[in-house]
C-alpha cells in the first residue's frame, strides 16, 4: 500500500503565488517519476508537470516560466512553486507517483486525493 497526499492548494488573487506539496509513502523501492496534472470539471485531466529522479523536468506549455517543480529524493516529496498565477490555473491538482515495489519488478502508480487551486479576485 502506497498512500500520496497533497497539500497546499488554496483560494489567491490573480498574479499571486504558492507552493503545492506531495509525500509518498509506504510500500516503495525505487520511486521514479514524481509528477502533477490538473483537472477541471468537464476537462480530462491534464499534466502540469513531472521529474524524474535524475531531475530532468518536463512542463505544460502553459504554466512553463512560471511553475517550478523540485523533489527530494530521501523523503520521497515533489512540490510545485507556481508563480503568476491566472484565473485559467484553477483546478484540482493531483500529485502522481511512479515507483517499484521490489528489486527488477514493475512500474506501479498512485495518485493523491487532490488539492484545490482557485485563482480569482
Known amino acids: 500500500q502506497v498512500q500520496v497526499v497533497e497539500s497546499g492548494g488554496d483560494l489567491v488573487q490573480p498574479g499571486g503565488s504558492l507552493r503545492l506539496s506531495c509525500a509518498a509513502s509506504?510500500?516503495?523501492?525505487?520511486?521514479?517519476?514524481m509528477g502533477w496534472y490538473r483537472e477541471t470539471p468537464g476537462k480530462q485531466r491534464e499534466l502540469v508537470a513531472t521529474?524524474?529522479?535524475?531531475?530532468?523536468?518536463n512542463y505544460a506549455e502553459a504554466v512553463k516560466g512560471r511553475f517550478t517543480i523540485s523533489r527530494d529524493n530521501a523523503n520521497n516529496t515533489v512540490h510545485l512553486q507556481m508563480n503568476n498565477l491566472k484565473p485559467d490555473d484553477t483546478a484540482v491538482y493531483y500529485c502522481?507517483?511512479?515507483?517499484?515495489?521490489?528489486?527488477?519488478?514493475?512500474?506501479?502508480?498512485?495518485w493523491g486525493q487532490g488539492t484545490q487551486v482557485t485563482v480569482s479576485s
Open positions: 502522481r507517483a511512479q515507483f517499484t515495489r521490489g528489486a527488477g519488478g514493475e512500474f506501479w502508480y498512485s
Open positions: 509506504g510500500n516503495i523501492w525505487i520511486m521514479y517519476d
Open positions: 521529474i524524474t529522479r535524475f531531475g530532468d523536468l
